[in-house]
Structure formats: C-alpha cells, structure tokens
T-cell receptor
Framework: SQELEQSPQSLIVQEGKNLTINCTSS?????LYWYKQKYGEGLIFLMM?????EEKSHEKITAKLDEKKQQSSLHITASQPSHAGIYLC??????????FGPGTRLSALP | ETGVTQSPTHLIKTRGQQVTLRCSSQ?????VSWYQQALGQGPQFIFQ???????GRGNFPPRFSGLQFPNYSSELNVNALELDDSALYLC?????????????FGPGTRLTVL
C-alpha cells in the first residue's frame, strides 16, 4: 500500500524566514493534497497537484509536484505567526483509499 | 468555511457502547470519506462512500460502519467501543474529478471512550 513520509518532522522558523516541507511517496503520485491543521481542529485545504511538474501558489504558499521523484514540496515565503500549525500531505490511492503523511509541525517565532 | 459540518463536536462514551457520528457535506459532493485521527498522528482512512455505496475501505474492523444518504449527509457508526477508539473523527467530501477532485474536511468530532 502507498505510504507517505514527511520531512522535517517539526521546525521552528523566525517570522519573515522561508521554509520548505517535503512529502515523499512510496509509489507513483497521481494526486497530492496539502492541508493545514490547527491543534484538534479540522483540516484546511491548501491545494492539490495532479500533474508532474505542476506548481500552484496561494498567497505566500507554493507547492510543487515532482512525479518522477514521487515527491512534493511545500514552500512558505516570509513566514508569519499565522502559518503555525501542522502541515499534512495526502494522496489518493487510485480512488480506493486515501493516505496521509504523519505531518510536519511548524512553529513560528515572532 | 468548507461547507462540511459535523455533529456532535464532542462526545464521551464508555467501553462497549455504540456511537453514531454525523456529517453534512456540500450539495453536489457525491463522495464522502471518514477518517480517524489519534493524538499526534495523521488521519487514518476508515472508508469512503460514493452515491450511497461504500467503494473504499481502510484497515478498520467491521464494527466501523457507515451510511450515506441522498441529501449529502452521512453517518459513521462504531459498535462495541474500545478505549483505543478515542480520537478525532473527521468527515470529508470531495468534488468531482471535473471540478478538480478537491477534498474538504469538516471540523471533526472528538470522541472519548472511558
């Protein structure tokens, strides 16, 4: 079955700094989702990537999909305290199930 | 706002009891999925319904069952509750592939089993 790994597990970033979170799949990625979660709350949809080489941006968050490497990266430019939370990548496994990575916990220092 | 609502917000049950969690998704979202998220972990896929039929299931025992209704609402039923069932239960609805296949989550129901 498909498994997703995320790195780093956690990071602390000073306000204004850039950061990158990676998500690596054990199988070919046909659709990769990025979500943000505040502690104990539901998941907030950030973006979905479907095609190799695809890149999407929303405000200061950019995500890319490298299908050959079975990897996606999420980049935050000039981080703010509002970016703090847990970032989760998820993949649709041929419509049969959906798997998530373990998450990356982002803490932002003022 | 994702348009996905869940009830109740919190629930406390005792071991052996049965529980029903409810979800209401956006009109037109024919696919609904349920997830279990234990503390400190990523969500685990329980099952998925498409047009009122289960069409995908994760590694969960049969005492986890579900229903999807024509009005875009759904239920997750858990029988014979165990202590390890304590978790945040998330419902998600998905747009069609033509609409981008995006998946939106509700706020979750936190279940505590004593």
């Amino acid at each position: 079955s498909q498994e997703l790994e995320q790195s780093p597990q956690s990071l602390i970033v000073q306000e204004g700094k850039n950061l990158t979170i990676n998500c690596t799949s054990s199988k070919t990625l046909y659709g990769l989702y990025w979500y943000k979660q505040k502690y104990g709350e539901g998941l907030i949809f950030l973006m979905m990537l479907q095609k190799g080489g695809e890149e999407k941006s929303h405000e200061k968050i950019t995500a890319k999909l490298d299908e050959k490497k079975q990897q996606s990266s999420l980049h935050i430019t000039a981080s703010q305290p509002s970016h703090a939370g847990i970032y989760l990548c998820g993949a649709d496994n041929y419509g049969q199930n959906f798997v998530f990575g373990p998450g990356t916990r982002l803490s932002a220092l003022p | 706002e994702t348009g996905v609502t869940q009830s109740p917000t919190h629930l406390i049950k005792t071991r052996g009891q049965q529980v029903t969690l409810r979800c209401s998704s956006q009109s037109g979202h024919n696919t609904v999925s349920w997830y279990q998220q234990a503390l400190g972990q990523g969500p685990q896929f329980i099952f998925q319904y498409y047009r009122e039929e289960e069409n995908g299931r994760g590694n969960f025992p049969p005492r986890f069952s579900g229903l999807q209704f024509p009005n875009y609402s759904s239920e997750l039923n858990v029988n014979a509750l165990e202590l390890d069932d304590s978790a945040l239960y998330l419902c998600a609805s998905r747009t069609s592939p033509r609409q981008g296949n995006e998946q939106f989550f509700g706020p979750g129901t936190r279940l505590t089993v004593l």
